[in-house]
């Protein structure tokens, strides 16, 4: 008769279904250190199951002390109740020091975290248009270098407005100067576009 063969370890099977069989890291084990947000909520917790606790202590204190003038054991119940509720005060005084302490790294934590973010931002934003504001410079110089010199071919300088107006205004007055010493003069003839009112009666 062959002895029955041990059972093999399983080792096919997921770890999480088989680790305290095949010897592996269990669920709770694989996980990596705790988060300071999952040590200040289980150090909240504590903290009110304390706060529950020291809760019934002091009323059995009272109780006691209540019990004093009939019961010849009720004031030892009465001091050991109350060192009791001491004993959890204190580990509630520490438990609270250490929850204000994980608040303190997770508040400089994150604020480290929001330094990183902004200055990563702010080096994108800076180094990253810098060649398409250029391109846009050298694009809105290009047309006033070409405008100012159609503009200053003629004159030195762009002309402006009131100067075309009194450059108009002068040269309409010297056509009409040159129309009066046309009449005046003896032997002149009046322009053919003349209308046939400035000729006279006669004019026919």
Not at 64 to 82: G, I, M, N
Not at 87 to 100: D, N, S
Not at 143 to 166: H, M, N, Y
Request: proline letters at 8%; charged letters at 30%; a neutral charge.
């Amino acid at each position: 008769l062959k002895a029955p063969e041990a059972p093999r370890c399983q080792c096919s099977l997921p770890r999480f279904a088989m680790g305290s069989v095949c010897g592996g890291p269990s669920q709770e084990e694989s996980h990596g250190p705790p988060s300071l947000r999952s040590t200040g909520e289980d150090i909240e917790a504590r903290v009110k199951d304390l706060d529950r606790k020291i809760s019934k202590t002091d009323y059995e204190t009272r109780k006691w002390a209540t019990l004093a003038t009939t019961e010849p054991f009720a004031k030892a119940q009465a001091l050991r109740s109350l060192q009791h509720k001491r004993q959890l005060e204190q580990q509630r005084e520490r438990l609270m020091g250490l929850q204000v302490n994980i608040e303190q790294v997770r508040f400089k934590h994150e604020r480290a975290e929001l330094a990183t973010q902004t200055v990563q931002a702010m080096q994108s934003e800076y180094s990253q248009p810098r060649s398409q504001v250029e391109v846009t410079e050298s694009e809105c110089s290009q047309p006033r270098s070409q405008v100012i010199p159609a503009a200053t071919s003629e004159g030195g300088s762009p002309a402006r407005p009131d100067e075309d107006l009194e450059a108009e205004w002068r040269r309409l007055r010297a056509e009409a100067a040159r129309e009066g010493e046309d009449r005046r003069s003896p032997g002149g003839s009046s322009p053919s576009g003349s209308s046939p009112a400035t000729q006279g009666p006669g004019g026919r």
